[in-house]
Every structure is written in structure tokens, then in C-alpha cells.
């Protein structure tokens, strides 16, 4: 065999090895679900560390104006959310969607403040990174506007 043609399928086989194996979308359905709560859940816990295990390297979030962009500036950014001994909001997930291919994930639910009254609802992007790790790439509130009664 020639050097160019073994170098060629050395790549090829080395790109391989970095995309994740699709999985089963009901699966990953049940995986992303699961995620997600943990994710919420470091939040409850105070467990910065936790919270920040959850993004991707690239992880945008759309909490200020511009976006955060990068794990490091959404978890030095969120870092102010975790410093009380009561968390200041909760979330989770009441709805989670996955693409056919089992890679890639949208996950939505409600978001509480420390009284347990509404005040928005959280929209996340989560994408398969190896076999059942599953991390935030995209990640938006939206405010709850409150209901006046007639």
C-alpha cells in the first residue's frame, strides 16, 4: 500500500472515532430527560461543578446582551447563581424533543423562582457528544409575563 492511501484511511477511521453512535431516539429521549433534571438538579444541590459538567465547550447562552459563548464564560457567568445556600430559581423539563438521527435534542419546561411562582420558561439545545453524554450547546429563557384577572 502507499503512504498517501494509509494516511488517507488513518484520518478517515480518526474522524470516526470522534462522531458519537446515534442512538434510539426514544432513548435519547429518556437520556436527554434525564440530563436535564440532573442539570436542574446541580442547581438545587449548589454544585457549581456539576452545573458546569453539563456544557459543551462551545456552549452559548443567551442569559445576557451579547450571548455568553464558551463552557468557561457561561460558568463563570453562572457561578453568581450558586454563591447563596438557597438556589434563587429552579426548572424542569416538561417537554423534550430529539432529531430522528438520536444526536441532537431541544428540552423546555418551566422555571420557578425560590417561592415557587413562575417566571419564565427555559429552552436548551442538547447534543450527544459520546454514548449517553449528552451536553448544552444552546440555552434561552424566556420571560413569563404574569396573567392581570378580568
Do not use: Y
Not at 498517501?4 to 446515534?22: G, N, R
Not at 463552557?71 to 424533543?97: G, L, M, N
Amino acid at each position: 500500500m502507499k503512504l498517501p492511501i494509509v494516511l488517507s484511511l488513518a484520518a478517515a477511521l480518526s474522524a470516526c472515532q470522534t462522531m458519537p453512535v446515534p442512538t434510539d431516539p426514544s432513548t435519547a429521549q429518556a437520556q436527554v430527560e434525564a440530563a436535564e433534571r440532573a442539570f436542574a438538579k446541580s442547581m438545587a444541590d449548589r454544585d457549581h461543578a456539576a452545573f458546569s459538567r453539563f456544557l459543551a465547550d462551545e456552549a452559548v447562552f443567551f442569559t445576557t446582551t451579547p450571548p455568553l459563548r464558551g463552557k468557561a464564560q457561561v460558568a463563570a457567568h453562572w457561578a453568581r447563581f450558586f454563591t447563596a445556600p438557597q438556589a434563587p430559581f429552579s426548572w424542569q423539563p416538561d417537554e423534550v424533543e430529539v432529531l430522528a438521527s438520536g444526536t441532537l435534542a431541544h428540552s423546555s419546561g418551566p422555571v420557578r423562582d425560590a417561592s415557587g411562582q413562575l417566571v419564565a420558561r427555559f429552552h436548551s439545545v442538547w447534543r450527544q457528544e459520546a454514548p449517553g453524554v449528552w451536553r448544552i450547546v444552546f440555552d434561552r429563557g424566556e420571560t413569563v409575563q404574569a396573567t392581570r384577572p378580568n
